[in-house]
Each structure stands twice: as C-alpha cells, then as structure tokens.
C-alpha cells in the first residue's frame, strides 16, 4: 500500500459563483474513516451547475466539483473495515453516523451527526479537507468531489459493488438515481395502481418516472418543453408525454385524469410551478418538490390549492439508505427493471468539462458521464 500525497487533476471553483477550472491539485492520504477512491467515472448533476451559478445551499468556494461517482479503493485510513484496496465502490450523496437520532429510526438521509453535517460542506472531523491547492484547503462538493482523479472520502458514504458493474452507469447511483426513484418509491411510498405527474425529464426527472413504474404506477405523465426527452422518458416508462412548450399541461393532465393524480413531482426547481402543480392533483394527493428552488424562494401556494387534504413536501435524497437502497436498485438494474445505460447521453473525458457543463445549462443531456483513463 502507497501512501504520501498524490497529485491529481481536478475540476474545482476557486470562488462563489466561479467558473470552473481545471487544476493539479495535492489529495492527501486518508485518516480514521476515511477512504482515498481512485475516480472512474463521474456524473455531472444539476447541484453541480448550482455550485458554478452560486445557487448552492451547501457548497463553499474554493471546491472540487462532482458528487455521483465510482472508482476503486486505492487506501484506507485506520478503523475503516467495510471496504479494502481493490474493492469497486459508489460514492454517495448521505454518509450517516448510525448513531444519532434520525440514524436510529432508520432515517439516514435525513442524518445530523456532526461528521455528516461537516461533511455536507467538504470538511473532515478535524476540520480540515484531504484536497489542497497552493497549501490551502479545497472543498469537495457534498464530501465527494468526485470530480477528480483522486478523491479521500468518509468510508461511511461509500457503496461496496460487485467488479463486473459497469462503473460509468452506476456511479449515477450515487446521486440522480437514488434521488429521482426513491422520491416516487420512498418519499411518496406510489403505490400500483396510481397516476403521477413528472415535471421536468432531467437527469433526476427520468429516475422519478423509472421509480414511478417499479412502484407500478399504471399512469405516468411526463411533462417537459424537449422533445427528445420525453421520447426517452417513454423508454423509460412514462405512459403519457406532455411537450409543455406546445400545449397546456393542466389541460392535458385534467382530460387525462379529470379528478387529477394521486401525485405531481416537481422536478424544474420553480417555486410557481411547484405551487401550480397543486392544481394537478386530485383530493388527498400530494406534490413532491425534487428540484431544487433557489435559496430564499417563496413557494406561493395558496390556500384554496391545498384544500381537501392535498399536501406538499421535500424530499432528502429520495429518503435513501445507500447500504440498504443501492443493492435494491442494482437489482432491479440486473434484473432489466431499471435501465441506466439509456441515461447516459454523452461519455466525456475529464479534460472536456466545459462541455458537461455546457449541456446542462442547455439542458440538451439527461446525464454527461466523465470518465477518467482507468
Ligand atoms: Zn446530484
Ligand atoms: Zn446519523
């Protein structure tokens, strides 16, 4: 086993609301806890684009981007028993502590351990990070950075997966997957037999519809102002298409569904249309807000619109245990019930980062993979 500092290539922002830039960056070795992954392959996520648009509740400048990715255990620091050197693993967006309150009502996603919490911001619990530049401190995006051709991770936020997975595919279990098909499987507990709304086919939107059809959901509207999207949101399981830059979603979803759906998902991130999307559900139902609005948004629902039981809520990272959750979902990957390879639109190299970004501010990719020379 190696140790020391390595050097790494990395795609960070030096300052809030900075362009990101792609820098050679010092990855120290990995202390209790901790993990050192070798990246093969990373997403490139819409809080990713936040980080850049300084629209990110979480991250702070100067960072290292990324936060859905794989690789392979290059080291681990003292006390770290679940995964060795040469073992594949996912990086996840929730890294629980098992011991506090949420922990040990097996809510993990909604964690507030003290390491979970420093981690969210990038920091270790001795307050430092593992990634310097110029001798100061880099953040790693939600504790990943997975950005990077190296990264030193809490083992906590790690998923141990067999060496035969395709890593570009399953590293988008670390974030967009998990989100989007645990907000209609866990978070909204769809049960078959119901009719839901998916506003906005991203990356996460199309997991929301795949989780939709695992839960046996019988009528799925996907809604979205891009054509080829929703062609795709079809392959993956929506029943119904909505071209909302051509025709009126609450018309087309009403002469569906007249009494409306039992559940609408927001997945654009607009406080109006997540308040708007009350309209579309019938009595009882309930919206799920996925996107995410920008900090301080005003959702305007009003009072009328949430008349007759109707209910609006968050979703933590689809309410997902990863130990728990991503086993499941390789599961049903393996078994053809979920498909991953179909949401990956493009596979770039590293150095090409300005075009993942590029696409997801023209929202002309469901998901761009960068993947390192393994
Ligand atoms: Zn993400
Ligand atoms: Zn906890």
């Given at each position: 086993m190696t140790t020391g500092i390595r050097i790494a290539r990395a795609v960070v922002v030096?300052?809030?609301?900075g362009q990101p830039v792609l820098e050679e960056v010092e990855v120290w070795p990995p202390q209790r806890g901790e993990v050192l992954v070798r990246i093969v392959a990373s997403g490139v996520c819409a809080s990713d684009a936040h980080v850049v648009n300084g629209r990110s509740p979480v991250a702070k400048a100067p960072c290292v981007l990324g936060h859905e990715g794989a690789g392979v255990v290059e080291e681990v620091g003292p006390g770290v028993r679940s995964v060795s050197p040469g073992d594949r693993v996912i990086i996840t967006l929730v890294g629980p502590c098992g011991e506090c309150s949420y922990c040990v009502d097996?809510?993990?996603?909604l964690c507030n351990g003290p390491d979970t919490l420093r981690a969210m911001t990038g920091v270790m619990s001795d307050g430092r990070t593992r990634v310097r530049l110029d001798g100061k401190d880099l953040f790693p995006f939600m504790g990943a950075?997975?950005?990077?051709?190296f990264s030193v991770v809490r083992a906590a936020q790690l998923v141990k997966v067999d060496p035969d997975l395709p890593l570009d595919q399953v590293c988008?279990?670390?974030?967009g997957v998990v989100t989007g098909t645990g907000a209609a499987l866990?978070?909204?507990?769809v049960q078959p037999g119901d009719a839901v709304v998916v506003i906005g086919c991203g990356g996460v939107g199309l997991n929301v519809i795949q989780g939709a059809r695992l839960a046996g959901a019988t009528s799925i509207i996907a809604a979205d102002t891009k054509p080829d999207k929703l062609e795709l949101a079809r392959t993956l399981g929506a029943t119904h298409t909505v071209d909302v830059g051509s025709v009126d979603l609450f018309q087309q979803v009403l002469s569906i569904h007249p009494e409306g759906v039992d559940f609408a998902f927001?997945?654009?991130?607009i406080p109006q249309l997540a308040a708007d999307?009350?309209?579309?559900?019938?009595?009882g139902g309930t919206t799920v807000l996925v996107g995410s609005c920008p900090p301080?948004?005003?959702?305007?629902?009003?009072r009328e619109n949430l008349m007759m039981e109707r209910r609006i809520m968050t979703t933590v990272a689809g309410s997902t245990s990863p130990q728990l959750d991503i086993p499941k979902l390789i599961r049903a990957y393996r078994a053809g019930r979920?498909?991953?390879?179909?949401?990956?639109s493009s596979r770039l190299l590293l150095t090409d980062y300005a075009q993942a970004f590029a696409a997801l501010e023209t929202g002309s990719a469901a998901r761009t993979v960068l993947t390192f020379s393994e």
């Open positions: 030096l300052e809030d609301g097996a809510k993990p996603w950075g997975t950005m990077a051709e988008l279990l670390g974030c866990k978070t909204a507990r927001e997945v654009v991130g999307s009350l309209k579309l559900l019938r009595r301080g948004s005003v959702i305007p629902v009003t979920l498909q991953l390879g179909e949401l990956v």
